[in-house]
Nanobody, 114 residues
Framework: QVQLVESGGGLVQAGGSLRLSCATS????????MGWYRQAPGKQRELVAN???????NYANSVKGRFTISRDNAKNTVYLQMSSLKPEDTAVYYC????????WGQGTQVTVSS
């Protein structure tokens, strides 16, 4: 059974930082390209960063230079280091494979105050 458990969100002021974690089970993690997605109120879910099994990364233009995705294959965990946060980064953040599996975790709320 696939499990995706996101954590690390919270309330932070603009310019602050947060580190999100996603612990996975039930997937062959080390073979998968993993991604962080986010969904803001009233908007569609979007991919913000992904990391291949090789470590190759890609970022949405809106977060490039501010967010860093990484992975620990030994722990089946993917991380998202977020810096210089902006109010427009406010969203629920999810991890999933790329392309995403049908199953999603509960996500973790990130709220950036101005």
């Amino acid at each position: 059974q696939v499990q995706l458990v996101e954590s690390g969100g919270g309330l932070v002021q603009a310019g602050g930082s947060l580190r999100l974690s996603c612990a996975t089970s039930g997937v062959i993690f080390m073979l998968e390209t993993m991604g962080w997605y986010r969904q803001a109120p009233g908007k569609q879910r979007e991919l913000v960063a992904n990391i291949a099994s090789s470590g190759l990364t890609n970022y949405a233009n809106s977060v490039k230079g501010r967010f860093t995705i990484s992975r620990d294959n030994a722990k089946n965990t993917v991380y998202l280091q977020m810096s210089s946060l902006k109010p427009e980064d406010t969203a629920v953040y999810y991890c999933n494979s790329l392309p995403p599996m049908e199953h999603w975790g509960q996500g973790t709320q990130v709220t950036v105050s101005s």
